[in-house]
């Protein structure tokens, strides 16, 4: 009878040792991305996306040339700001009043739109998993607020157009330039940064050097907005 005791109480001292490892393990790399958010601040580091870093480990490669924020041009920063993100300057990592919307769709069992802010999608590229997942829109959540509060707004589009993906194997604005209209990010007409911008959505099925009537359609209006930036970009000067 003793012996019975002595072996399950061995069996649960193993269990409750592996459950403080799982613990552990969950707040270490929960700490992770809190901690990677202070060294990504310095302009002269480069961090890479989850996807770069997937690319470098399956030995498939990729393109990616990091640029400065002021060297990018104006035209593709505009057009990227008001593409994905219109209020970009003013919410706190999250759009709080776009995020209610999708939440009651979701609630209504309708079809919703993606409704990351670009804080959001840089938050996805640096730390977590891409797909549609609500256990990864919320964990973004958070982590884009705390990214808001830590990284200045520029920094953060900064970081965001050097490592979106533009292409299977290119990321971020100056690869992406040089691929599909083969000119430097700084030399973009109004409506190739337009093209490029509407193409972040669907990077690997939409073809800005190669436009349909749709993408058209969508890069004209976002050619418009852009012009008229001017009211919502002052985070980024």
Avoid at 10 to 27: A, D, E, G, T
Avoid at 51 to 58: G, S
Avoid at 144 to 159: A, G, N, Q, W
Wanted: aromatic share 8%.
């Amino acid at each position: 009878m003793r012996r019975k005791r002595w072996k399950g109480g061995r069996q649960r001292s193993r269990l409750s040792v592996w459950l403080r490892r799982v613990v552990l393990f969950v707040v270490v790399l929960g700490l992770l991305p809190a901690l990677l958010t202070f060294a990504y601040l310095p302009p002269a580091v480069h961090p890479l996306s989850t996807l770069m870093i997937k690319d470098i480990v399956t030995l498939q490669g990729y393109d990616r040339r990091w640029t400065p924020i002021d060297e990018i041009g104006d035209r593709l920063v505009h057009s990227v700001m008001m593409s994905e993100d219109g209020q970009f300057c003013s919410h706190d990592g999250v759009d709080l009043a776009e995020f209610k919307v999708l939440l009651e769709e979701t609630l209504a069992g309708e079809t919703t739109r993606g409704g990351s802010t670009i804080t959001m999608q840089t938050v996805k590229n640096l730390y977590l998993w891409h797909g549609r997942s609500y256990l990864r829109k919320a964990i973004e959540l958070p982590y884009s607020i705390y990214l808001d509060i830590v990284m200045p707004k520029r920094r953060i589009m900064e970081i965001y157009l050097n490592i979106a993906e533009w292409g299977p194997g290119i990321y971020g604005a100056e690869a992406a330039a040089q691929y599909h209209f083969g000119k430097s990010s700084s030399e973009l007409t109004s409506r190739q940064a337009a093209l490029l911008a509407v193409t972040l959505p669907s990077p690997l099925t939409r073809t800005p050097g190669k436009p349909g009537a749709g993408l058209e359609r969508l890069a004209r209006t976002i050619e418009r907005r852009a012009g008229h930036a001017g009211g919502y970009n002052q985070c980024l000067r």
